[in-house]
């Protein structure tokens, strides 16, 4: 069975740090664009980050640059997103998702083909 698993969402402070894992079963997340959405209440879910098969090129949303990092551990078939400076406004539902895309190459957009269940992180004083 083929599937994704998010972990590690929770309470975090403003200015503090929290990482996101999406752990895959049943396929090789190495040959897959990976990427990372968000969806806050009331809003459209929103593409913020993704990382590419090949040679993990990255791509993320501006108002993440700086501060959240994605990565990759092939020997653990698993993606992060790294939180740094969480802002109140980055409260939301993050998912994962893997796409069969051309090497080297991702996008937040388009038709995914596998997605996780979402993890809830809430930033708050």
């Known amino acids: 069975q083929l599937q994704l698993v998010e972990s590690g969402g929770g309470l975090v402070q403003p200015g503090g740090s929290l990482r996101l894992s999406c752990a895959a079963s049943?396929?090789?997340?190495?040959?897959?664009?990976i990427a990372w959405f968000r969806q806050a209440p009331g809003k459209e879910r929103e593409g913020i980050s993704c990382?590419?098969?090949?040679?993990?090129?990255?791509y993320y949303a501006d108002s993440m640059k700086g501060r959240f990092t994605i990565s990759r551990d092939s020997a653990k078939n698993t993606v992060y997103l790294q939180m740094k400076s969480p802002k109140f406004e980055d409260t939301a539902v993050y998912y994962c998702?893997?796409?069969?895309?051309?090497?080297?190459?991702?996008?937040?957009?388009?038709?995914?083909?596998?997605w996780g269940q979402g993890t809830q992180v809430t930033v708050s004083s």
């Open positions: 998702a893997a796409k069969d895309e051309e090497w080297d190459y991702c996008s937040p957009r388009g038709e995914y083909d596998y």
């Open positions: 049943g396929f090789t997340l190495d040959y897959y664009a």
């Open positions: 990382i590419a098969s090949g040679d993990d090129s990255t």
